[in-house]
């Protein structure tokens, strides 16, 4: 199943600070050098979507300030 992309400006997103490029959010405290959303536990490679934005799906390349590292 196909889900429509997360958009960065959506209400939600940006509870969370989610952009589509990790390098955008290099200036953010809460952000790491080699965090994104792929190597995320939230991330579900299938689909490309995120347990975060269940109705969406996430790049891959993307990050927001929940980034958890995956065990």
Do not use: I, R
């Not at 940006?14 to 405290?29: F, I, M």
């Amino acid at each position: 199943q196909d889900l429509p992309p997360l958009d960065p400006s959506a209400e939600q997103a940006q509870a969370l600070n989610y952009v589509k490029d990790t390098a955008e959010a290099a200036d953010h405290p809460a952000h790491q050098e080699g965090e994104q959303c792929d190597n995320c536990m939230f991330f579900q490679a299938d689909s490309q979507g995120c347990q975060l934005f269940p109705q969406n799906s996430v790049e891959p390349a993307g990050w927001c300030q929940s980034w958890t590292a995956q065990n």
